[in-house]
């Protein structure tokens, strides 16, 4: 199984199952659902949303936290472990492969702490499209302040929505409009993040699972220069891989050279080979 995070501004449904489902298939759309591709490849998906995004409610700080995020996240995949008979042993006493996890755009910080801290709950790491940069570093908020703590209620927009393609001829029109629709009915208002520093912890020194660092060539906010840092940089001892997609944004998984995407994924998760050499893979 292979777990799936969405990153800053968008939900799981319309980030990665879009145009997906029995129903769909029976259109002449076609599917852009990475969660049906991967199926397709022999994984098992699982997508999850933070707090406060999609059909998830926001907990009483109306906020999202990178540290309740990898809270939640180590929960599910010890329910996927559960849900799977991961937690046991064969006869043979190998123990049985984790799940692996994926994370796009923030939602790769929010893998990428949850690899450094609980490493035994995964057998794999995605980092796609990360926004890793070891020369940004997140303030901390005030500790005291006179100013009005209230929410701003901001809405998402169709501009919002169609931001991330940015190359001409990546994804047709009529596709980026229906994420677009898609998007704003699942996430109509703007989740408001906080406590940002907690980011700063990143280090990828400290990430010693097999890991595969992927993104789009000109993916505006994860440059190859700093691809090659964080990928440089990821602890000894596991297999590394570093794929660039060619004629590629932000959003590789869903334009047309989709089928890439999945297939570099679905191959690293089946094949990659971890430091351990007891457990079965």
Known sequence: PILLLHGRTWSSVPVYHL??????RMSTEDSRSLMEALS????????????????TPPDATKTVEPRQCVTDVEAVLQWISDRHGLNSKRDD?????KPALLGWSQGALVAQLVAQKSPPLLSRLILYGSIYDPLVRYAREPLYTTS??????????????????????????????YFARAALQSDPIKAVWSHLHQFNNCDPARVNVPTLVVAGDQDPYAPLHVQGELFSNLGRGSDRTWSILADADHAVHLLEGRGRFANIVASFVQNAKRRDKENLY
Do not use: C, H, W
């Not at 145009?19 to 769909?24: A, V």
């Open 148 to 177: 009005s703590q209230e929410i701003r209620r901001i809405e998402n927009t169709i501009d919002d929505a169609v931001e991330d393609f940015t190359i001409a001829g990546s994804i047709p029109p009529e596709t980026a409009m």
């Open 40 to 55: 397709a490849n022999g994984l098992q998906p699982y997508a999850m949303d933070f707090r406060g995004f999609g059909g």
């Open 93 to 97: 006493g190998v123990s049985f492969e």
């Open 19 to 24: 145009l997906g489902g029995p129903k769909q």
